[in-house]
């Protein structure tokens, strides 16, 4: 009973030992964040000192005229057509990608057959696929999705290809020893191994998606977070310029920090037990 007793007290102070530490690693990830998110602000504001404000404005212009952008309620509008685009790119380059890069990690034959492919999407400029699409469907939506996914194919590709590849084959063999079902084998042995490489390719596949969007939409569309800041570059307005730019990095600040930070904790809780 007192060894029981003890145990149990050990086991304790391990836990609030344990629980200490992440508070406290928390707490110095979030001061390392706020030092970092300061000094690209005092870099800014340095730049903006040495520059005209018609090349480039201080950060309190920017943010002032992004919230009367904000109170006026426009923004929104250009923003939400703008997150429709990168959802809709996103979904067919990952759908894409998932199927060409499990293909060519699962068959020697898929995989010569589409290396050519690979090869060839990687090598051609975005530029090029755009105004071929833009010219080839049509000054549409169609065609600004489809070239906003095209060149982010064969990037996605790859890193599916080599993640799925890097799966352990030795622990499918020891759960197929202990007779494991095949649904026991994907979501216990496979998906734990593929999980990170998924999560990872998401979050590359929408940072290099929001950039192809804003080409498409900055090269043939009339609406959008890339129309707007084209328009104002015409205009030669760098404070609407940056005031639409960085409405966008808190949107994807949101998407990465609320929606797959979420993601990933509920994913990868099995590591903290």
Do not use: H
């Not at 145990?7 to 390392?32: C, K, M, Q």
């Not at 191994?193 to 998606?209: E, K, Y």
Request: charged share 10%.
């Amino acid at each position: 009973m007192a060894l029981v007793t003890g145990y149990d007290n050990a086991s304790g102070r391990l836990s609030s030992l344990a629980s200490a530490l992440v508070g406290s690693e928390n707490t110095r990830n979030i001061v390392i964040s706020t030092l970092s998110v300061l000094t690209l602000i005092g870099i800014w504001q340095f730049g903006a000192m040495t520059l005209p404000s018609s090349v480039l404005p201080a950060p309190y212009s920017v943010i002032s005229a992004l919230i009367a952008n904000v109170i006026q309620g426009d923004i929104f509008i250009d923003i939400a057509i703008t997150l429709s685009r990168i959802a809709a790119s996103f979904l067919i380059a990952m759908s894409v990608a998932l199927f060409l890069g499990f293909a060519m990690a699962l068959s020697r034959t898929a995989g010569v057959f589409f290396q050519v492919w690979i090869i060839c999407g990687i090598t051609i400029p975005a530029l090029v696929v755009i105004l071929t699409l833009y010219m080839v469907v049509g000054l549409n939506d169609t065609a600004a999705v489809l070239g906003a996914a095209a060149p982010v194919i064969p990037v996605l590709a790859i890193n599916i290809r080599e993640g799925v590849k890097g799966i352990d084959t030795r622990l499918i063999g020891m759960a197929r020893a202990f007779r494991a079902s095949t649904r026991q084998q994907i979501l216990s042995v496979m998906a734990p191994q593929v999980a990170p490489m998924l999560l990872a390719s998401t979050r590359f596949g929408i940072g290099l998606i929001w950039k192809m969007v804003l080409f498409v939409e900055l090269l043939g569309r009339g609406s959008g977070v890339g129309y707007k800041i084209e328009f104002y570059y015409q205009m030669f307005n760098m404070t609407e310029v940056l005031a639409y730019a960085l409405s966008f990095v808190f949107v994807m600040l949101f998407i990465e920090v609320a929606i797959l930070g979420t993601v990933e904790r509920r994913i990868f809780r099995w590591k903290k037990n």
